[in-house]
């Protein structure tokens, strides 16, 4: 199983502040995807990124695959607490089983 | 449209006890997959079925089996529970085995073993 590295673990920020979240692996991915998860609830996804250096925005969330396709950046700008919960980043490299990395816990305070 | 459904959505068995844990979608999709979730290690893929009639094995597929009983329906048996198992329990299903499909996750089950 690829590893895929997520930091930082925990992060606990004030309302409207910014942050990003990192993914990374050694390895070059097909494809990534960005998930986030409330408490007692399934994962939802947010965005899927495929090409090297593609930035897509998501409202207040901007998500950046970098060039080489081994690792991917999720910013949010003047964060709310409606963002708290687990961010989860999962990459594909053989095509369809999705590994996913252990998530960022955020928690944004008013 | 329900989407990905789940049951039960709590359970707590005693170690050796079996049970099958329940999964459906309503929407058409061909592949469905298990994971685990621990504390700390993120989700883990059990198994999963690209499409009807097939089943593979995931990344953590000791002390447990699958069938897909039809398109829509995805089960997960422990035949002989252990507390190692005790975790929350997601199906998801998505359109195609591709990985640049959206997986759909549903709600969960909360398992306890004691």
């Given at each position: 199983t690829q590893l895929l590295e997520q930091s930082p673990q925990f992060l606990s920020i004030q309302e409207g502040e910014n942050l990003t979240v990192y993914c990374n692996s050694s390895s070059v991915f097909s494809s990534l995807q960005w998930y986030r998860q409330e408490p007692g609830e399934g994962p939802v996804l947010l965005v899927t990124v495929v090409t090297g250096g593609e930035v897509k925005k998501l409202k207040r969330l901007t998500f950046q695959f970098g060039d080489a396709r081994k690792d991917s950046s999720l910013h949010i700008t003047?964060?709310?607490?409606?963002?708290t919960g687990l961010y989860l980043c999962a990459g594909a490299w053989s095509g369809y089983a999705l590994n996913f990395g252990k998530g960022t816990s955020l928690l944004v305070t008013p | 449209n329900a989407g990905v459904t789940q049951t039960p959505k709590f359970q707590v068995l005693k170690t050796g006890q079996s049970m099958t844990l329940q999964c459906a979608q309503?929407?058409?999709?061909?592949s469905m997959y298990w994971y685990r979730q621990d504390p700390g290690m993120g989700l883990r893929l059990i198994y999963y079925s690209a499409s009807e009639g097939t089943t593979d094995k995931g990344e953590v597929p000791n002390g447990y089996n699958v069938s897909r009983?039809?398109?829509r329906e995805f089960s997960l048996r422990l035949e002989s529970a252990a507390p190692s198992q005790t975790s929350v329990y997601f199906c998801a299903s998505s359109e195609?085995?591709?990985?640049s499909y959206e997986q759909y996750f549903g709600p969960g089950t909360r398992l306890t073993v004691t």
């Open positions: 003047a964060a709310q607490p409606g963002d | 309503d929407m058409n999709h061909n009983l039809n398109k195609d085995q591709l990985s």
